[in-house]
Structure formats: structure tokens, C-alpha cells
């Protein structure tokens, strides 16, 4: 059974950058053909997608989002990292790591979000 755990601080402060983990356990992340996303929710909205990193380490990101958006892989610790840059109170949400099957386009698991708030 696969699962994925967020982990990072609760609270950063403007202008800083956001860091969070997601430990992947019960399968290791460079299997063919999954795809490791980063969601965000922010309070009273919908989802957004923020990007991804695969099973080959390529990474594509959400273009609103780009300039700011980093992810990376520790395949050692099968982990894989978000960072995310000069935050303002509007990055403040529950944040997700999903796994997306690449043969099927859908997210089959997910982690049970951590909250971030971004405040001084």
C-alpha cells in the first residue's frame, strides 16, 4: 500500500520560502510511470495544481506559479520536495502531494494535506 506523508512548518513569513516533503512509502518514486504532484487549497477555494516531478526526475510546473516553484527528489529518502519562494499571505492553503498514474491520467493516491500559512 502506497502512502505519502507532507511534512514542513506550519507557519513562514513573507517573502521567505516555502519547504515542504513528502515521504513516499510502499513503493519508490522512480517507478515507470508516475507522476509526484504538488496541490495546493487555500481557504474557501478550489485546487490548484502547482507541478509535478516524475519517475525520471523531469518536472514540469503550473505557469502562474513557475518563477516561484521548485521540486525535487531525494531518491535515497524517496522524497520529494517542494520549495516554493517569496510567499505572501495568498500561498497561505492546505498543501497535497498526489501520486498521478501516467498511464492513466489519474491521481491514485493521496497524502492527508498540511496547512501553511503564510504570515509575519
Known amino acids: 500500500q502506497v502512502q505519502l506523508q507532507e511534512s514542513g512548518p506550519g507557519l513562514v513569513k513573507p517573502s521567505q520560502t516555502l519547504s515542504l516533503t513528502c515521504t513516499v512509502s510502499?513503493?519508490?518514486?522512480?517507478?515507470?510511470?508516475?507522476?509526484w504532484s504538488w496541490i495546493r487549497q487555500p481557504p474557501g477555494k478550489g485546487l490548484e495544481w502547482i507541478g509535478y516531478i516524475n519517475y525520471s526526475g523531469s518536472h514540469y510546473y503550473s505557469p502562474s506559479l513557475r518563477s516561484r516553484t521548485f521540486i525535487s527528489w531525494d531518491t535515497s529518502k524517496n522524497q520529494v520536495t517542494l520549495q516554493l519562494s517569496s510567499v505572501t499571505p495568498e500561498d497561505t492553503a492546505v498543501y497535497y502531494c498526489?501520486?498521478?498514474?501516467?498511464?492513466?491520467?489519474?491521481?491514485?493516491?493521496w497524502g492527508q494535506g498540511t496547512q501553511v500559512t503564510v504570515s509575519s
Open positions: 510502499g513503493g519508490s518514486i522512480t517507478t515507470n510511470y508516475y507522476y
Open positions: 498526489g501520486r498521478e498514474d501516467g498511464s492513466s491520467w489519474y491521481y491514485d493516491y
